[in-house]
């Protein structure tokens, strides 16, 4: 069993919809919870990092964590085509540098 | 401002042949690393380098090794290349330990 699940997708909504992308992960000691986002042929674009448990807001991103659950969320709202991309999530504990854990990415498709 | 800068941006190799891939921050970032990509495999960790003169084996090491050449240069080689070294590099900057990722926007290396 991997460390950090990633339903890879694709998740296909109409432009304006709530999207909601999910991480589970089994190691309980992961503290530090990032989502990066991703358009075909580029970098991982870093969109959201949290320490420990709760919400964080940016604009139409809204990350969540429920370590109770081992569980985090990235929440769009108003989603855009613009926001179409592979959206992966990466955790971490006190464990250093070569601790950070990535999902796999799901693919994200928001159409007009 | 750059951020992460690989060279090159494509590249394709026949099994047992040799190549360098270079990074260049300039964020004036302690630590580097090198991930490869795969389908449905997410981002592995290859080599990281802490600090300027340290450099630690990630997850996926073998058939590579990696120079720190200054505080800025973080360089990959690939001594024999091997069709499963086929994949897409991503070299990433952080200020140090659980520091999100900046990542470049990888290398796409072909070994037939």
């Known amino acids: 069993q991997k460390e950090v699940e990633q339903d890879p997708g694709p998740l296909s909504v109409p432009e304006g919809a709530i999207v909601s992308l999910n991480c589970t992960y089994s190691n309980s000691a992961f503290q530090y919870f990032m989502w990066y986002r991703q358009y075909s042929r580029k970098g991982p674009e870093l969109l959201m990092y949290t320490y420990s448990s709760g919400n964080k807001e940016d604009g139409r991103f809204t990350a969540q964590v429920d370590k109770s659950s081992k569980y985090i969320s990235l929440f769009i709202r108003d989603s855009q085509p613009s926001d179409s991309a592979t959206y992966l999530c990466?955790?971490?504990?006190?464990?250093?540098?070569?601790?950070?854990?990535f999902g796999a990415g799901t693919r994200l498709a928001v159409h007009p | 401002n750059a951020g992460v800068t690989q060279t090159p941006k494509f590249q394709v190799l026949k099994t047992g042949q040799s190549m360098t891939l270079q990074c260049a921050q300039d964020?004036?970032?302690?630590?580097m690393y090198w991930y490869r990509q795969d389908p449905g495999m997410g981002l592995r960790l290859i080599y990281y380098?802490?600090?300027?003169?340290?450099?630690d084996k990630g997850e996926v090491p073998n058939g590579y090794n990696v120079s720190r050449l200054n505080k800025r240069e973080f360089s990959l080689r690939l001594e024999s290349a091997a069709p499963s070294q086929t994949s897409v590099y991503f070299c990433?900057?952080?200020?140090?330990?659980?520091?999100?990722?900046?990542f470049g926007n990888g290398t796409r290396l072909t070994v037939t």
């Open positions: 964020m004036n970032h302690n630590s």
């Open positions: 380098s802490a600090s300027e003169g340290t450099t």
């Open positions: 990433a900057s952080s200020e140090g330990s659980n520091s999100p990722l900046h």
């Open positions: 990466a955790m971490s504990g006190s464990g250093g540098y070569n601790k950070l854990i």
